[in-house]
């Protein structure tokens, strides 16, 4: 199947600080890349979707000033939290949609564990 | 997109057949049935997808009632590989974004 890398795997920072994630669709070009969180024992929240080339749309209640997502490239979307705070530390995950696979499948990145100290 | 109802979890010995339902009774005709799992600490992993016919890959199969009103995933022979949250997610193709539930927590023992 299609392959989504995330980098970097896990991430610790300290209180004030902004830290980048990246998502890249390592075999297929992606138009749209998708963000959510998951906080421990709950399900995936989708946070924003981005398409290559346009501003993302953010999902209610998430602060786009301090989620800043870049898709600059068919391959590459950026996800970076601003000014994070131990209320960040969360599990971040993204994916891509493959417009040219039956159904416009999603694959989804192994995931970034942020902890904000 | 419609949303579905799954068990909240379910135990299948190792080796056997593992059948995983979900019913979606308000799918409508555009909308694709996606089954995705997520193993601990991992991102999702898709399994497979279909709209009406059934479908088999080298993971699991999945079959869809006539009226695609419910459907299973079936895995024929589980492993302890296979404990994980699996979801069923009605999406429309043409639809961008996956939303997820609660999904079934599926613990394969010995």
């Known amino acids: 199947g299609a392959v989504v890398s995330q980098h970097p795997s896990w991430v610790i920072c300290k209180s004030g600080t902004s830290v980048k994630i990246e998502c890249r669709s390592l075999?297929?070009?992606?138009?749209?890349m998708f963000w959510y969180r998951q906080f421990p024992k709950q399900s995936l929240m989708l946070m924003a979707t981005?398409?290559?080339?346009?501003?993302?749309?953010?999902e209610q209640g998430v602060e786009k000033d301090k989620f800043l997502i870049n898709h600059a490239s068919l391959t590459l979307s950026t996800l970076t939290v601003t000014s994070a705070h131990p209320e960040d530390s969360s599990f971040y995950i993204c994916?891509?949609?493959?417009?040219?696979?039956?159904?416009?499948?999603?694959?989804f990145g192994e995931g970034s564990w942020l902890t904000v100290v | 997109d419609a949303k579905t109802t799954q068990p909240p979890s379910m135990d299948c010995a190792e080796g056997r057949a593992a059948n995983l339902p979900c019913n979606h009774s308000t799918i409508s005709g555009n909308e694709y049935v996606y089954w995705y799992r997520q193993i601990h600490s991992q991102g999702p992993q898709y399994i497979i997808h279909g709209l009406k016919n059934n479908e088999t890959n080298e993971m699991a199969s999945l079959i869809i009632t006539e009226d695609r009103k419910s459907s299973t995933l079936i895995l024929p022979h589980a492993t302890l590989r296979d404990t994980a949250v699996y979801y069923c997610i009605v999406k429309a193709g043409t639809a961008s974004k996956l939303t997820f539930g609660t999904g079934t927590r599926l613990q394969v023992t010995l």
């Open positions: 981005s398409n290559e080339g346009s501003k993302a749309t953010y």
């Open positions: 994916s891509a949609r493959d417009g040219l696979s039956s159904g416009n499948t999603i694959y």
């Open positions: 075999d297929f070009q992606a138009t749209t």
